[in-house]
C-alpha cells in the first residue's frame, strides 16, 4: 500500500510522548481501521446507529444512554447545549445567543484549562467560583459546598468539573451540591483513561454527563469522543448534533429521542459542525470494546519490559520508571536531564523527529510516555536519545 504521508511530504514521528491530539492521538488496531472500512461501505440512518452507540457506550460507562461524538471538546459543547435547552427547540436553534434564557455554567477557578472554551462555545457563560489554595499550592483547601450554594441563582443550568487526580478528592463535593440544586455536573473526564474503571468511575459517583476521548487512550479514531450521562441530557445533545434537514411529516426519531417532549423538530443544533460519521462511531465502538476487554496488567508488564530495555541502553543517564501502580494510568521512563526543554527540542528537531512528553520538563525531566510508542519505534529511539544525551 502506498504510504499517504510519503505523498503528502508529511514525516513520520516517534511519539514516546502519549496519545496527544497535536501528533494524530491514538495509533488504531487493524481491528479498528477495518470496521472503519467495513462501515464506509454502506448507507445506514445515522441516528439509528447512534442509538446502537448509546447502548453500547451506556453498558460500558454504567449511564443511562451515551453518544458518540467528535472528541472530547466536543463531548463538552454538547453537554453545555444540553443542559441550556433541555427538549427547548427554540433555545436550540437560538444558540450560541443564550443571553435571552438561563445560561450559566459555574466552574472552580482551578478547573479553569484550556478546554473550558468548548463549554462557552455552546453560549454558556461560565462564571467562576471558588478558591485557587490547593490547585496553586497556596493552601491546602479544595472546593467546599458552600462556594457552589453561594453561587446558585436561576441562571444557573449546570456545573462543571474537570476530572484528575487532584481534583478528584472534590468530586463527591460538587455532586452533592449539584444534586440538592437540581442541576446537571458536567465531568471532563477526557484523558482519565486508563485504567478502564475509570470508564465507570464518574457515572457511579454520580456525574450527570461525562466526556472522554476516543482518540487518545481508547485508540479509536482521532475525532471521536463519547459523551455518557443521563438520557434527557443524551438526547437532547445528540438533538444539536444531528443532520436535522428532515421533513417533518417522515421523521423518525432516534430511540432515544421522546417526540413529546418537542414542540416542533428541531433545526440543525450548535453541534452540526461536529457531526460524527458512520466510520467514527464503528470505529470507537469498535475500539471502546477492544479497550473494555483487554488485559492491562498484562499491557502494562509488557510496557514495562519495553521501558526497562530502553532504560539500560541508555547508559549513565538517569531513567526512573514510575510503575503504572504509581502513575495511574500506564508505566512512563522519567530521564533525568539538564535543560529539559531544549533536549526536547533537539529530538523534535532530529531525523526521525522524535518527541517525548514535556509535562515534568520543568523540573528537568522528560517522560518517556509509551502508550502509543510502537515496539518497532524502540530502537531508533533510543538511537536518538544516545546522540542527543
Ligand atoms: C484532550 C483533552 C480534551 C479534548 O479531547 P478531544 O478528544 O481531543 O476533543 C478535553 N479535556 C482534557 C482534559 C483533555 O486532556
Given amino acids: 500500500m502506498s504510504d499517504p504521508y510519503a505523498r503528502l511530504g508529511v514525516r513520520r514521528r516517534i511519539n514516546a510522548a502519549g496519545a496527544l491530539t497535536r501528533l494524530g492521538g491514538a495509533v488504531m488496531a487493524a481491528e479498528v481501521v477495518e470496521a472503519m472500512a467495513a462501515a464506509s461501505r454502506a448507507s445506514v440512518d445515522i441516528g439509528e446507529l447512534q442509538d446502537a452507540a448509546s447502548a453500547r457506550t451506556a453498558q460500558a460507562t454504567g449511564a443511562e444512554a451515551g453518544l458518540v461524538t467528535t472528541g472530547a471538546a466536543a463531548a463538552l459543547t454538547l453537554a453545555a447545549a444540553a443542559a441550556i435547552a433541555r427538549w427547548d427547540v427554540a433555545k436550540m436553534a437560538a444558540l450560541p445567543h443564550a443571553d435571552g434564557f438561563p445560561r450559566d455554567i459555574l466552574i472552580p477557578r482551578t478547573h479553569r484549562t484550556g478546554y473550558a472554551h468548548a463549554l462557552a462555545a455552546s453560549g454558556a457563560r461560565l462564571v467562576d467560583i471558588g478558591h485557587n489554595d490547593r490547585g496553586t499550592g497556596a493552601g491546602v483547601r479544595g472546593l467546599e459546598a458552600w462556594e457552589i450554594e453561594a453561587a446558585l441563582s436561576p441562571s444557573v443550568v449546570a456545573m462543571a468539573f474537570s476530572a484528575n487526580a487532584t481534583s478528584l478528592t472534590d468530586l463527591p463535593t460538587a455532586i452533592a451540591a449539584c444534586r440538592s440544586a437540581g442541576i446537571p455536573l458536567i465531568v471532563d473526564a477526557a484523558a482519565q483513561l486508563p485504567p478502564k474503571e475509570n470508564l465507570k468511575r464518574f457515572i457511579a459517583m454520580g456525574a450527570d454527563l461525562v466526556a472522554f476521548s476516543g482518540g487518545k487512550a481508547l485508540g479509536g479514531p482521532q475525532a471521536s469522543g463519547i459523551l455518557a450521562g443521563r438520557r434527557d441530557l443524551i438526547a437532547s445533545a445528540l438533538l444539536q448534533q444531528l443532520d436535522m434537514d428532515v421533513a417533518p411529516e417522515t421523521w423518525t426519531p432516534p430511540r432515544l429521542v421522546d417526540r413529546a417532549n418537542l414542540r416542533g423538530v ?124
Avoid: C, M, W, Y
Wanted: net charge neutral; charged share 20%; aromatic share 2%.
Fill in 266 to 389: 428541531p433545526h440543525h443544533g450548535i453541534g452540526r459542525g461536529f457531526k460524527a460519521g458512520k466510520e467514527e462511531i464503528v470505529g470507537l465502538l469498535t475500539a471502546l470494546e477492544r479497550f473494555v476487554t483487554a488485559d492491562d496488567a498484562a499491557d502494562n508488564a509488557r510496557l514495562e519490559a519495553r521501558l526497562k530495555a530502553i532504560a539500560a541502553e541508555l547508559g549513565g543517564h538517569k531513567a526512573t520508571l514510575v510503575p503504572a501502580s504509581v502513575t495511574g494510568r500506564v508505566p512512563v521512563l522519567e530521564i533525568t536531564v539538564p535543560q529539559a526543554l531544549a533536549v526536547s527540542a533537539r529530538l523534535q528537531h532530529g531525523d526521525p523527529p522524535v518527541h517525548l512528553s514535556e509535562r515534568h520538563a520543568q523540573r528537568g525531566v522528560l517522560t518517556l510516555d509509551p502508550q502509543v510508542l510502537l515496539p518497532e519505534h524502540d530502537a531508533p529511539l533510543v538511537a536518538a536519545l544516545r546522540a542527543v544525551l
